[in-house]
Antibody, heavy 122, light 107 residues
């Protein structure tokens, strides 16, 4: 069965970086795009960006440009999301999500990781 | 970036009620919109994609409609397990954008 298993909770100080992982299993890793979405406490969902595991190309939300880096390791079927220059507003649960088979032009998230809580506090 | 305005932000309803949630996109997005349900402490779950296609395993009381800029999620008869927060998501272009969410609470 398809699974996305994320790394554990992190506590970081302002200005630091955090690197989260998302390990995929149960399907061909290079066949499906992976997105990252975050959710601040009590807030809505925010799209951060996408990585195409087959070639490694990425697209990031403008808000995170310059601070976020998404990479992948095909040998371990794992994608990574690194966020730098952390501030308190980055405290959130970070999710990885798989983009499913698109229907015509319409795509969607069919599987999600369990989420990783990142707390930024001095 | 395409803005997606979701309403209402919250609603109170009783078991058995018909519930409607709407999303309006700031420009036409064909039918490139999905609906997700999220319960506290859990990842979102896909309900509907391509505006009106029910995801496998999702009860038929959920339905979606719309195209262009205006979209609707309807729950025909609210069940106890449906109390949750619902989000729409446009996938027409990057950045994908979510609506602000609608919290469905018990009246």
């Amino acid at each position: 069965q398809v699974q996305l298993v994320q790394s554990g909770a992190e506590v970081k100080k302002p200005g630091a970086s955090v690197k989260l992982s998302c390990k995929a299993s149960g399907y061909t890793f290079t066949s499906y795009y992976i997105h990252w979405v975050r959710q601040a406490p009590g807030q809505g969902l925010e799209w951060m960006g996408i990585i195409i595991p087959s070639g490694g190309s990425t697209t990031y939300a403008q808000k995170f440009q310059g601070r976020v880096t998404m990479t992948r390791d095909t040998s371990s079927s794992t994608v990574y999301m690194e966020l730098s220059s952390l501030r308190s507003e980055d405290t959130a649960v970070y999710y990885c999500a798989r983009r499913g088979d698109c229907t015509g032009s319409s795509c969607y998230f069919d599987y999600w990781g369990q989420g990783t809580l990142v707390t930024v506090s001095s | 970036a395409i803005q997606v305005t979701q309403s209402p932000s919250s609603l109170s309803a009783s078991v058995g009620d018909r519930v409607t949630i709407t999303c309006r996109a700031s420009q036409g997005i064909r039918n490139d919109l999905g609906w997700y349900q999220q319960k506290p402490g859990k990842a979102p779950k896909l309900l509907i994609y391509a505006a009106s296609t029910l995801q496998n395993g999702v009860p038929s009381r959920f339905s979606g409609s719309g195209s262009g800029t205006d979209f609707t999620l309807t729950i025909s008869s609210l069940q106890p397990e449906d109390f949750a927060t619902y989000y729409c998501l446009q996938d027409y272009n990057y950045p994908w954008t979510f609506g602000q969410g609608t919290k469905v609470e018990i009246k």
